[in-house]
């Protein structure tokens, strides 16, 4: 089993819809955690952290739960430009990031 | 003024060559990483090392070899490589003691043996 898991899609949505994301995590000793997108042939890059109180940016959601070890995305209002893999992404100690499978979203017209 | 630069972006060889990727950091980050990403997209860390230390090494054979002169570099040597070598090799960087902080890659090297 991963340290890291998420369902690796693709999530199929139109262009407007709302998406949501989830990922679990293995190990309690885990520290911080993150959501990064990779678009295709390119590196990922960090697109939010998430905080145990829960935090948005713009059109993005994250949240935490720490007692069941879960994560999760929210996308609102999808626009074509979200197409890309998000990544779960867990920092168990100062030195290592873990990161998931990835999920795949593809946003149609 | 690239943050963390990789060399090169492709690389085609033969089985059984020795190759080596370079990586640059100028975010003056103490810690650095080696990450492979196969065909199946999955992103998996293979080295980390702080201030020229390694810290992590994962189960990744002996044919591949980090080697870091000073904090800003990080360098990958493959001996002897082979077929299954053949995947993205993203190297990234970050600062050490801050939890919450990102991690940045490099645009990563494709790497195709044949």
């Known amino acids: 089993r991963k340290e890291v898991e998420q369902d690796p899609g693709p999530f199929n949505v139109p262009e407007g819809a709302t998406v949501a994301f989830n990922c679990t995590y293995s190990n309690s000793a885990s520290q911080s955690f993150f959501w990064y997108r990779q678009d295709c042939r390119k590196e990922p890059k960090l697109l939010m952290s998430v905080y145990s109180s829960g935090n948005e940016d713009g059109r993005f959601t994250a949240q935490l739960n720490r007692a069941s070890q879960y994560i999760s995305l929210l996308i609102r209002d999808s626009k074509l430009s979200d197409s890309a893999t998000y990544l779960c992404v867990v920092r168990r100690d100062t030195d290592k990031l873990i990161f998931g499978t990835g999920t795949r979203l593809q946003v149609f017209p | ?114």
């Open chain 2, 1 to 114: 003024d690239t943050a963390v630069s990789q060399t090169p972006k492709y690389l085609v060889t033969q089985m059984g060559n020795d190759k080596s990727i370079k990586c640059e950091q100028n975010l003056g980050h103490d810690t650095m990483y080696w990450y492979k990403q196969d065909s199946k997209k999955f992103l998996k860390i293979m080295f980390s090392y702080n201030n020229k230390e390694l810290i992590i090494n994962e189960t990744v054979p002996n044919r591949f070899s980090p080697k870091s002169p000073d904090k800003a570099h990080l360098n990958l040597h493959i001996n002897s490589l082979e077929l299954g070598d053949s995947a993205v090799y993203f190297c990234a960087s970050s600062p050490r003691d801050r939890r919450n902080t990102e991690a940045f890659f490099g645009q990563g090297t494709r790497l195709t043996v044949v």
